[in-house]
């Protein structure tokens, strides 16, 4: 199952930062703007003010004839004015015009009668205003006011340059935060070289909690490294005190003149024995010694093929004379041994083919057997499984042999797969990477 992608732990401290630093600032900047606007408002509206008051005072003692003149003289690039005979339209006015026309007269109480009337200049923009007022002959002075500095595109450029140092602040931050999580990186690491049998001591570092965390981590190693030892040597010892008696059994047996007791004793004693062996090299896999090698594969194989039939067993070999691998070479040899022995248990015709690829290697060892249910495929690798209803010959031993080839395989960093074969019988097949192509090695003799 594939899951969703999900950010990092750094990832998301960054964003919580980021996020939180950015909703300060908006915030911020809107209640800055906010109150910056009133400012803004009032100090207009005592500019306006005091134009209207000249204004009003300089047409008004011009005579009709002379008053567009007048007013087009007092207009400038942000107050354009112009007088007309007809009354204007009214219009209603909004909470924030009728406070500004409110501070215009509370400037100048002498317009509070010269009927002043404010609006919006355009429907789209919010920073032009216009108006009108009443001269002392019935006529009237239409006026309007551009850039009066509101509206959202000033505070817009406010906010985006206040986030510019929140973001880099904010970056700044998931900085250190990736410095103060690297211990739990490097802590990450010797977890995952735990789990493929290595033991690393990581440095204790960071903070109060994470140093705590990493001693808890070295101290568990220790302990399971302890756990291990003792299991080790309590399989060895197991394993001798059991071999002794079996080996007393059998000397007994072989000075019994009973041939039909020997023979029957003898077969229970050896399959003991190979109980013990499985069982021996299932708990003791994890700590097996041996080193990785150069191993001719072809060879290997071929040489436990003809061991076999030598003892009768009809089994073949598809594949080269000669493919190297670097792997455990008594670990694999017992792996592939199994698995030749299991198809001979169960089939009467066994046939091992070997395959090089680019970037991997294929071993196949199949049988004509009975074969194993779709539903139990998985659980015959499961440790101490026996499905003696798959298979119709009686089993011996205690269900490890599978379970042993699963772990000796993925200690090669490889898989093992059970498959049936569409003509009846079983597949196992090896699959192990190959990372650097195979070199041949001469046959040995």
Same mark, same amino acid.
């Given at each position: ?8 732990? +750094? ?5 919580? +930062? ?35 008051? $000249? ?12 008053? /567009? ?204 024995? #190979? ?13 097996? /010694? ?24 009809? +089994?073949?070999?598809?594949? /080269? ?18 698995? $030749?022995?299991? @198809? ?33 495929? @998985? ?30 395989? #993925?200690?090669? @960093? ?15 097949? $090896? ?6 192509? @195979? ?7």
């Amino acid at each position: 199952m594939v899951g969703r992608p999900s950010l990092g732990l +750094i990832g998301r401290i960054v964003g919580i +930062i980021l996020l939180t630093v950015m909703m300060e600032f908006a915030v911020s900047t809107l209640l800055y703007e906010r109150a910056g606007e009133f400012s803004i408002k009032e100090d207009e509206a005592r500019r306006l003010a005091e134009h209207l008051v $000249i204004v009003q005072r300089l047409v008004d003692e011009r005579p009709p004839a002379e008053r /567009p003149a007048i007013a087009s003289y007092l207009s400038t690039d942000r107050y354009k004015v112009h007088w007309q005979r007809s009354a204007p339209e009214r219009h209603i006015l909004s909470a924030e015009l009728r406070q500004m026309r409110d501070q215009v007269v509370e400037w100048e109480p002498a317009l509070a009668s010269a009927g002043l009337q404010l609006q919006l200049a355009s429907p789209v923009r919010n920073d032009s205003v216009a108006g009108q007022i009443i001269l002392s002959d019935g006529s009237w002075v239409h006026f309007k006011m551009h850039g009066l500095g509101t509206g959202w595109g000033l505070q817009l450029n406010r906010i985006i340059l206040a986030l510019i140092p929140a973001i880099a602040f904010a970056v700044l931050g998931g900085l250190l935060v990736r410095q103060t999580l690297r211990p739990l990186k490097s802590l990450s690491r010797a977890i995952e070289s735990m789990g493929q049998g290595e033991r690393i001591v990581v440095q204790e570092e960071g903070s109060n909690e994470v140093r705590h965390l990493i001693r808890a981590f070295n101290q568990m190693q220790d302990q399971i490294g302890r756990m291990i030892a003792d299991r080790t040597q309590a399989l060895a010892a197991v394993g001798h005190d059991l071999r002794t008696p079996l080996a007393r059994l059998q000397l007994r047996l072989d000075g019994s003149n009973d041939t039909d007791l020997r023979l029957s004793s003898g077969e229970d004693i050896a399959e003991m024995e #190979e109980m013990i062996a499985s069982v021996l090299a299932y708990l003791g896999g994890d700590t097996d /010694p041996e080193a990785p090698i150069r191993v001719d594969l072809a060879v290997l194989v071929a040489t436990l093929v003809d061991d076999m039939t030598d003892h009768g067993h009809r +089994i073949g070999y598809r594949g /080269p004379d000669h493919l190297v691998a670097t792997l455990r070479h008594n670990a694999f040899k017992r792996a592939v041994g199994n698995l $030749i022995e299991n @198809a001979i248990h169960y089939g009467e015709d066994v046939e091992v083919s070997l395959a090089g690829e680019p970037d991997r290697i294929i071993l196949r060892v199949e049988d004509n057997g009975p074969g194993i249910p779709v539903e139990s495929l @998985a659980d015959v690798l499961e440790p101490f499984v026996r499905l003696d209803a798959a298979r119709s010959r009686n089993t011996k031993g205690l269900g490890l042999g599978l379970a042993i080839v699963s772990r000796m395989v #993925e200690r090669e @960093a490889g898989t093992l797969t059970l498959s049936n074969r569409p003509e009846g019988g079983l597949r196992a097949e $090896i699959a192990l990477p190959r990372p650097n192509p @195979a070199k041949a090695l001469p046959r040995q003799q």
